[in-house]
Every structure is written in C-alpha cells, then in structure tokens.
C-alpha cells in the first residue's frame, strides 16, 4: 500500500513526464481511484469524513485539480 507521501511523490512523477495531456489525464485518475479505494474517499462532499482525513482530501483535491487542468487542455486542443 503506497503512502500520502508515496502518492504525491507519484503525483509529483506524473506531472515531470514527456507525454501526452491525455496520458497524464489517465495517470492522474489512476491515482485517484487508488485513493478512494485505500482511503475511502466518499463521493460526495463529507465535511465529518474531510474533517478527520485533512491530509488526504489535501492531496486529493490537489490531483483532482491537476488531472482536470489536462482534460480541459486535451478538449482545447480539439476546438
């Protein structure tokens, strides 16, 4: 099981790499479903669950922000 600091380490990898906005994308969205599974991370806002998980709805947040950043590149580059 990966760690918060092995995760953003990760995240860090992903966005250092040579590739496609596309592949970074599916990387990103790779991590966070690891994320909600090992940390169950409900799917909807959850201020209780948020409260007592600071740190990972930190990083959460930060690749949910990241991966979107691509996807909305990727559609750009379509229009």
Do not use: C, D, G
Not at 8 to 29: D, M, R
Request: aromatic share 12%; net charge positive; proline share 3%.
């Amino acid at each position: 099981m990966l760690s918060l600091s092995m995760i953003n380490k990760q995240y860090e990898e992903v966005l250092l790499l040579k590739t496609t906005h596309a592949i970074k994308f599916l990387k990103l969205s790779h991590l966070l479903t690891y994320m909600r599974k090992k940390y169950f991370v409900p799917p909807i806002e959850n201020v209780k669950w948020e409260a007592e998980n600071r740190k990972v709805i930190a990083l959460y947040r930060k690749i949910i922000i990241s991966r979107n950043s691509y996807k909305s590149q990727k559609l750009m580059a379509y229009s």
